[in-house]
């Protein structure tokens, strides 16, 4: 709601506002004339390169090798907590990491050591699925594909109103190697019409789907999916969407009968992150595939990546 009144209040003319409507003052850290660094630009890092760049060809001017010396140490420093911090857009004001962020800081890792970027898929490994089934604009399907000791995730479904008979079409238009579909314990569940949406994901064409069996406790699936992420890489710009619903998958604090536990809190990024933890919970049941197809490969040591095998 917060950002519907703020986009509100960019798009209409001052001219237009009165006392009662909403004014927006940003003030972006490149605006701070004294936050500039003197220091070898060559320490800055490739991500970061890229990212002042693109920020540069966004607002039209150019950055000192100062402030982007500064802008770098800053970010070395703070990790995800930078847009919380130092802001470069209004739109990151949007990006902070919320209290309780249960993969937030995962991301940020990934992304800072370059796990997270365009890349093709390699179309001689099969391609598997991995669900969060509600609604249908709130059914969530991401595609990875496990090649050595790397979860590579190339693709997302996500906001499609769709029946399960046009998403299956949808998938296929795809043109991947399809391995397995994972869906949750409920694609088991009988609907109205007698059937599962397994049943009818396998109608419409969809085959070896396998369902995940109900945990009792979310946060097994959740921790598990933490120590995974290491070994994940994720494809730009397919999987940007998700990845944002990923940094801001949260819990909070519920009390009751006198005790208090974190339960993650059911709202948009909900779906995506539901449906990402069924990758770890499969792994947890012995259904995936972990060995996946061999490639020529090194084994990257960089501390939080440092066990990944990745293709050269």
């Known amino acids: 709601h917060l950002w519907i009144l703020v986009k509100s209040a960019l798009e209409t003319p001052e001219a237009e506002n009165t006392e009662a409507d909403w004014r927006v003052v940003f003030f972006p850290w490149w605006r701070d004339p004294t936050y500039t660094l003197e220091g070898p630009a060559d320490t800055i890092s490739a991500i970061n390169q890229r990212y002042l760049s693109s920020l540069e060809a966004e607002l039209g001017q150019k950055l000192t090798p100062g402030q982007r010396l500064w802008y770098d140490r800053q970010e070395k420093n703070l990790g995800f907590f930078i847009y919380r911090e130092f802001p470069s857009t209004i739109e990151e004001c949007f990006k902070a ?53 790397e979860i590579r995730v190339i693709d997302l479904d996500l906001n499609l109103d769709m029946s399960p008979v046009h998403r299956v079409a949808h998938m296929l238009g795809k043109q991947y190697p399809f391995g397995m579909h994972i869906l949750p314990h409920d694609g088991m569940t009988t609907n109205s ?53 990923l940094a ?44 996946g197809p061999k490639r020529e490969a090194v084994v990257v040591r960089t501390g939080f990546r440092d066990k990944i095998v990745v293709r050269r």
């Open 248 to 291: 801001a998958y949260h819990y909070k604090p519920v009390t009751a009968t006198g005790l208090t536990n974190n339960e993650p809190v059911h709202d948009w990024s909900s779906h995506p992150s539901d449906a990402l933890r069924m990758i770890a919970e499969a792994e947890v049941a012995g259904m995936l595939p972990m060995g």
């Open 193 to 245: 019409s007698g059937r599962t949406f397994a049943n009818e994901l396998q109608s419409a064409g969809l085959t070896n789907i396998r369902v995940v069996p109900r945990t009792n406790d979310i946060w097994v699936g959740i921790n598990r999916l933490r120590q995974l992420l290491p070994r994940f890489t994720f494809r730009l710009p397919q999987c940007e969407q998700g990845l944002d619903a």
């Open 97 to 149: 990491p919320v209290e309780g962020a249960i993969y937030a800081d995962m991301i940020d890792r990934l992304r800072s050591e370059g796990a997270i970027s365009p890349r093709p898929y390699d179309n001689n490994a099969l391609v598997h699925t991995a669900w969060d089934l509600g609604s249908p604009l709130n059914t969530v399907c991401w595609y990875f594909q496990i090649i050595n000791e």
